[in-house]
């Protein structure tokens, strides 16, 4: 099973993943970790990754192709994936679609967990990230960690990003609505769309899920 995991900022994609890959033992393609990971790196490609990052600027359609080319060739294509902050763009979207298909695979389900912006800012302006391991967390959500402003996964210092300071909020989710969500279209006229309330509780969301999935 290929699964995409599409929603607004802030509407739970890392969590409702980690839950999905758990059950059903999907690799976990995470967009947004990866590029972070990148940017710490010491050199001029980093640089410019962490400075659109910043601004809150979509990193170029054909970098992002080649590392999910990169992952999907080194990870059990037998597993199936889960594709968390990519594709953002419907070029991305049949860029994936073309990469799947050199394996005779396709993409099942696209989920889209659907919040308001308003309670997508109400989120963000919450979220922290462990400035070690990059687990992250919300102090505005049930994802809070266990002490505050300590990673509960590792113990060191929790921070905010520079990508959820409200001007790149903004930013992030007027590119959002005017590239992501044209892939929600394409999704439903394929007939894999599934569209779930991401303002209930966790579990509520991943039962649902679950349950549509079947």
């Given at each position: 099973?290929?699964?995409?995991?599409?929603?607004?900022?802030?509407s739970?994609?890392?969590?409702?993943?980690?839950?999905?890959?758990?059950?059903?033992?999907?690799?976990?393609?995470?967009?947004?970790?990866?590029?972070?990971?990148?940017?710490?790196?010491?050199?001029?490609?980093?640089?410019?990754?962490?400075v659109?990052?910043?601004?809150?600027?979509?990193?170029?359609?054909?970098?992002?192709?080649?590392?999910?080319?990169?992952?999907?060739?080194?990870?059990?294509?037998?597993?199936?994936?889960?594709?968390?902050?990519?594709?953002?763009?419907?070029?991305?979207?049949?860029?994936?679609v073309?990469?799947?298909?050199?394996?005779?695979?396709?993409?099942?389900?696209?989920?889209?967990?659907?919040?308001?912006e308003?309670?997508?800012?109400?989120?963000?302006?919450?979220?922290?990230v462990?400035?070690?391991?990059?687990?992250?967390?919300?102090?505005?959500?049930?994802?809070?960690?266990r002490e505050?402003?300590?990673c509960?996964?590792?113990?060191?210092t929790?921070?905010r990003?520079?990508?959820?300071?409200?001007?790149?909020?903004?930013?992030?989710l007027?590119?959002?609505h005017?590239?992501?969500?044209?892939?929600?279209?394409?999704?439903?006229?394929?007939g894999?769309?599934?569209e779930?309330?991401?303002?209930?509780?966790?579990?509520?969301?991943?039962?649902?899920?679950?349950?549509?999935?079947?």
């Amino acid at each position: 099973m290929n699964i995409i995991l599409l929603g607004p900022q802030g509407s739970g994609k890392g969590t409702q993943a980690g839950l999905l890959v758990q059950k059903y033992g999907l690799n976990w393609f995470e967009g947004g970790k990866i590029l972070r990971s990148i940017a710490r790196s010491d050199n001029e490609r980093a640089r410019e990754i962490k400075v659109m990052m910043k601004r809150g600027e979509l990193i170029p359609d054909e970098f992002m192709r080649l590392i999910a080319w990169d992952f999907i060739n080194k990870n059990d294509q037998n597993k199936g994936y889960l594709f968390d902050g990519y594709p953002r763009g419907v070029s991305q979207y049949e860029a994936l679609v073309d990469m799947l298909k050199r394996f005779g695979k396709g993409i099942d389900r696209v989920i889209y967990l659907n919040i308001s912006e308003d309670e997508s800012v109400r989120r963000l302006s919450g979220r922290v990230v462990c400035a070690k391991c990059g687990e992250i967390y919300n102090l505005n959500t049930e994802d809070k960690p266990r002490e505050d402003m300590k990673c509960s996964k590792c113990g060191s210092t929790l921070e905010r990003r520079d990508d959820d300071l409200p001007e790149a909020v903004k930013r992030r989710l007027e590119l959002y609505h005017q590239r992501t969500g044209p892939i929600l279209e394409r999704a439903g006229k394929d007939g894999i769309l599934l569209e779930v309330d991401g303002e209930r509780p966790i579990e509520t969301v991943f039962e649902d899920i679950v349950e549509q999935l079947k």
